[in-house]
Structures are given as structure tokens and as C-alpha cells.
């Protein structure tokens, strides 16, 4: 059932060059436009059936409780400035409702706990550390590493020269995470993640059931970055045994995003990437990590994400490049063949995520808006 948003809504530009006969446009419902905001996700906090969003900018993390996005502000950052560069929700104390926990590029990572649906848009979610030493954080990902049925945490430490610089580690949830001092941190990339260490994406590409983890090193300001790599995940032995690390490429000037897909159907995982502070979306053919290109021209595609848009059986893909300010759907014909889509032409991004906004069965896109001070969500117009 399709539940009603009474939003603003803005219509979408949605062309391509080589389509002759568009698809309906997608359309932009804005959340808020208050600042400069690089991180947003959705999740159900009040216990409504309806997706609220919560967003950090201008020194806190609110909640927008839809359907009429009123904020509530349920953490005030340390020191009262910043903004939180990446999120994930997560149901940390296993009560069945989902937490929150974000990024600092100067600080350590965190989490919030949600105080249950009856009292979850009224504030008070208690802030607790992740982990005491991780710091100079670009990116966390939630996913279960170790197939306990439990998702963990990924977390960079991106900055070279502070806390367990160079390196990635995939954090458990401990035994008592309302009185621990910080989770279980795994180093799976231990100092050989130089470069300026992206976004990560955890899929099984040599299909053993276990997950391994790619990152796109930016390079520029720091040394030996511009490459895509991901490390082997080793098994049930994955805490004890070194992770081996495979180079997908190197001289990918400003290298981003990397996410898990069967691009073109042949059973086999590829990779799909972006060079988030460059030009460029591509995707790796398994094995051969053969380069293919899906977009030449949207310059600083800096948030990705991968999903069946259309539902045609393949998975698509959407990006939002910032200098380019152009919003983009890419459709797969299931070869790996890309049709481009323009969703948006007037907007920026730097966290895009693809989740069903709308309750109506497709997927919609959530997007944080960076340097446009908002954060939007585009309406899938297909219907289940």
C-alpha cells in the first residue's frame, strides 16, 4: 500500500541521449534545506509504517519525522561544529529497533541508541563510542563479515597519520554494547589501505559465501592512492588469518566508490565504481577485472549505489556527481550495457542511498545534498 507524503514536490528533469521515448520523471520531495549536509539514511523511528530520515549537518544529528518532516534534534556533535561524513542504521542492542551510528573525519566513530518508537522524535537517543582509537574516519558500512547473522560495522581510518592510520577494520558488536567501553575491531587491511581510503563495498566475488571488501584510494593530498583494490575474506578463520589484498587497478585518478554487482548476468560478481573526486562511472568484468565505462563525463560522482530500478531482473545504477550537479540512473539492459537517465540537473550529493521511500514496492532514491544544503529523495515512478 502507498502511503502519502504531503510534501513539497519538485518535478524532475529526466533525458538521455539515447533514449527517443522518456520514462515518466522521477519526482523531488525535499526534506530539509537548512546546510551543508553529506550524510543521510531512512529508517521507520516513531514506528508508523511511514520512513523517517535522519541527517547530520550545521553541528547535530536530527531526526525528520515524515510525513511532514518536522525535525527533532537527537545529538548535539562534539564541539558543537561539523557534520558527520558518512551513516548507517543498525539495530546495535538487538530490541528490534534500528540505531544510528556516524563518522567524523576528525574524530572517532559512534553510535546513538534509538530509545523505542514512542519516544524516538521527542530526542534523548544516548550516544556511545564504537571505537576509542579508529579516528580520521571517511566512510562506515554495515554488513555481516562474519556470517554470525549479525550485522557488523566496516570503518577506514583515513587518515594517515592519526589513530590505526592506512588501515580497515571490520568492528562486531559486543556481548554488552550498552556498557562496553568499544566494539571488537578486526583489522582486515592493516596499513596497506595508503592513499586516502574511500568508500567501501563488501559483496562475495569468488562466490566461497563469504563477503571480501573493496575501496577506492582519492590519492591527491595524500601519497600512493589512485587505485581500486579489495581484500579476500579468508573464511570462518577471517579474525585470525591475514586478509590478502587484490589490485582491481591502478592510475584511477580520484578513485570513490566501489559496490558489489552481477552486471552483466553471467552469474560472476563484478565491481561497480565510481571516481568520486575525478570523472567517471565504471564498472570490473570478474575475473579479469577488465574496465568498462558507463558514464565519461559526470565529473566528481561521488556517491553510488546499485539496485534493480526498473525491476527488469538486472541491477541498475545511480550516481549524483557534484561538480556536475546532475543527478543520474543508469539502466542496464542486463549485458552491462548502460542507458543514461538525468534525474536532476540543479542538485549535488555526496551520499545517495536506494531505499523505498514511499512504502509503494519500487525503489526511490535518498539523497544528501552537500554543497545544495538540503536533503532530497526522488520518487520512483514505476509501480509495482
Not at 571505537?131 to 554470525?148: A, K, P, Q, W, Y
Not at 589512485?226 to 575474506?233: E, G, L, P, S
Not at 563525463?297 to 556536475?324: F, M, N
Given at each position: 500500500m502507498k502511503m502519502k507524503l504531503s510534501v513539497l514536490l519538485l518535478t524532475g528533469v529526466c533525458s538521455s541521449t539515447l533514449l527517443a521515448d522518456e520514462p515518466v520523471a522521477w519526482k523531488k520531495h525535499v526534506v530539509m534545506n537548512q546546510g551543508h549536509c553529506n550524510t543521510a539514511v531512512a529508517l521507520d523511528a516513531n514506528g508508523d509504517q511511514l520512513l523517517d530520515v535522519i541527517a547530520s549537518f550545521n553541528g547535530r544529528v536530527s531526526l525528520f519525522v515524515a510525513p511532514d518532516w518536522k525535525e527533532t534534534i537527537v545529538h548535539r556533535l562534539f564541539g558543537g561544529g561539523g557534520?558527520?561524513?558518512?551513516?548507517?542504521?543498525?539495530?546495535?542492542?538487538?530490541?528490534?529497533?534500528?540505531?544510528?551510528?556516524?563518522?567524523?573525519?576528525?574524530?572517532?566513530?559512534?553510535?546513538?541508541?534509538?530509545?523505542?518508537?514512542?519516544?524516538?522524535?521527542?530526542?534523548?537517543?544516548?550516544?556511545?563510542?564504537?571505537?576509542?582509537?579508529?579516528?580520521?574516519?571517511?566512510?562506515?558500512?554495515?554488513?555481516?563479515?562474519?556470517?554470525?547473522?549479525?550485522?557488523?560495522?566496516?570503518?577506514?581510518?583515513?587518515?594517515?597519520?592519526?589513530?590505526?592510520?592506512?588501515?580497515?577494520?571490520?568492528?562486531?558488536?559486543?556481548?554488552?554494547?550498552?556498557?562496553?567501553?568499544?566494539?571488537?575491531?578486526?583489522?582486515?587491511?592493516?596499513?596497506?589501505?595508503?592513499?586516502?581510503?574511500?568508500?567501501?563495498?563488501?559483496?562475495d566475488i569468488d562466490g566461497d559465501g563469504w563477503k571480501e571488501i573493496a575501496v577506492g584510494a582519492k590519492g591527491a593530498p595524500f601519497a600512493d592512492g589512485n587505485w581500486f583494490a579489495y581484500w579476500k575474506n579468508p573464511g570462518a578463520e577471517n579474525v585470525k588469518v591475514a586478509w590478502k589484498k587484490v589490485i582491481l587497478a591502478e592510475n584511477q585518478t580520484a578513485a570513490t566508490n566501489i559496490l558489489p554487482a552481477d552486471v552483466n548476468g553471467d552469474g560472476k560478481v563484478d565491481w561497480l565504481a565510481s571516481?568520486?573526486?575525478?570523472?567517471?562511472?565504471?564498472?570490473?568484468?570478474?575475473?579479469?577485472?577488465?574496465?568498462?565505462?558507463?558514464?565519461?563525463?559526470i565529473r566528481s560522482p561521488h556517491s553510488l549505489t546499485v539496485a534493480d530500478h526498473d525491476q527488469?531482473?538486472?541491477?541498475?545504477?545511480?550516481?549524483?556527481?557534484?561538480?556536475?550537479?546532475?543527478?543520474?540512473?543508469?539502466?542496464?539492459?542486463?549485458?552491462?550495457?548502460?542507458?543514461?537517465?538525468?534525474?536532476?540537473?540543479?542538485?549535488?550529493?555526496?551520499?545517495?542511498?536506494?531505499?523505498?521511500?514511499?512504502?509503494?514496492?519500487?525503489?526511490?532514491?535518498?539523497?544528501?545534498?552537500?554543497?545544495?544544503?538540503?536533503?532530497?529523495?526522488?520518487?520512483?515512478?514505476?509501480?509495482?
Amino acid at each position: 500500500m502507498k502511503m502519502k507524503l504531503s510534501v513539497l514536490l519538485l518535478t524532475g528533469v529526466c533525458s538521455s541521449t539515447l533514449l527517443a521515448d522518456e520514462p515518466v520523471a522521477w519526482k523531488k520531495h525535499v526534506v530539509m534545506n537548512q546546510g551543508h549536509c553529506n550524510t543521510a539514511v531512512a529508517l521507520d523511528a516513531n514506528g508508523d509504517q511511514l520512513l523517517d530520515v535522519i541527517a547530520s549537518f550545521n553541528g547535530r544529528v536530527s531526526l525528520f519525522v515524515a510525513p511532514d518532516w518536522k525535525e527533532t534534534i537527537v545529538h548535539r556533535l562534539f564541539g558543537g561544529g561539523g557534520a558527520c561524513i558518512h551513516s548507517e542504521v543498525i539495530d546495535v542492542d538487538g530490541d528490534g529497533d534500528l540505531d544510528w551510528a556516524g563518522t567524523l573525519s576528525d574524530d572517532h566513530p559512534f553510535w546513538l541508541e534509538n530509545p523505542g518508537s514512542d519516544t524516538a522524535d521527542r530526542g534523548g537517543w544516548t550516544p556511545r563510542m564504537i571505537d576509542l582509537e579508529i579516528t580520521g574516519v571517511h566512510c562506515i558500512l554495515r554488513s555481516d563479515v562474519d556470517n554470525d547473522g549479525r550485522d557488523d560495522l566496516i570503518i577506514n581510518n583515513f587518515e594517515p597519520e592519526k589513530g590505526i592510520g592506512d588501515s580497515i577494520s571490520w568492528l562486531s558488536v559486543p556481548k554488552d554494547p550498552l556498557n562496553a567501553r568499544q566494539w571488537d575491531r578486526h583489522v582486515f587491511a592493516d596499513k596497506d589501505a595508503r592513499g586516502g581510503s574511500h568508500y567501501m563495498g563488501a559483496g562475495d566475488i569468488d562466490g566461497d559465501g563469504w563477503k571480501e571488501i573493496a575501496v577506492g584510494a582519492k590519492g591527491a593530498p595524500f601519497a600512493d592512492g589512485n587505485w581500486f583494490a579489495y581484500w579476500k575474506n579468508p573464511g570462518a578463520e577471517n579474525v585470525k588469518v591475514a586478509w590478502k589484498k587484490v589490485i582491481l587497478a591502478e592510475n584511477q585518478t580520484a578513485a570513490t566508490n566501489i559496490l558489489p554487482a552481477d552486471v552483466n548476468g553471467d552469474g560472476k560478481v563484478d565491481w561497480l565504481a565510481s571516481r568520486g573526486h575525478g570523472v567517471g562511472v565504471i564498472w570490473f568484468e570478474n575475473p579479469s577485472w577488465k574496465i568498462h565505462d558507463i558514464d565519461t563525463e559526470i565529473r566528481s560522482p561521488h556517491s553510488l549505489t546499485v539496485a534493480d530500478h526498473d525491476q527488469d531482473g538486472d541491477l541498475d545504477a545511480a550516481t549524483c556527481g557534484y561538480e556536475s550537479e546532475r543527478v543520474m540512473w543508469y539502466e542496464n539492459d542486463g549485458k552491462g550495457n548502460f542507458t543514461l537517465h538525468t534525474l536532476d540537473d540543479k542538485q549535488q550529493s555526496y551520499d545517495l542511498r536506494t531505499v523505498d521511500m514511499d512504502g509503494d514496492g519500487d525503489l526511490d532514491l535518498l539523497n544528501a545534498g552537500r554543497g545544495t544544503m538540503n536533503v532530497v529523495w526522488y520518487e520512483n515512478p514505476l509501480k509495482k
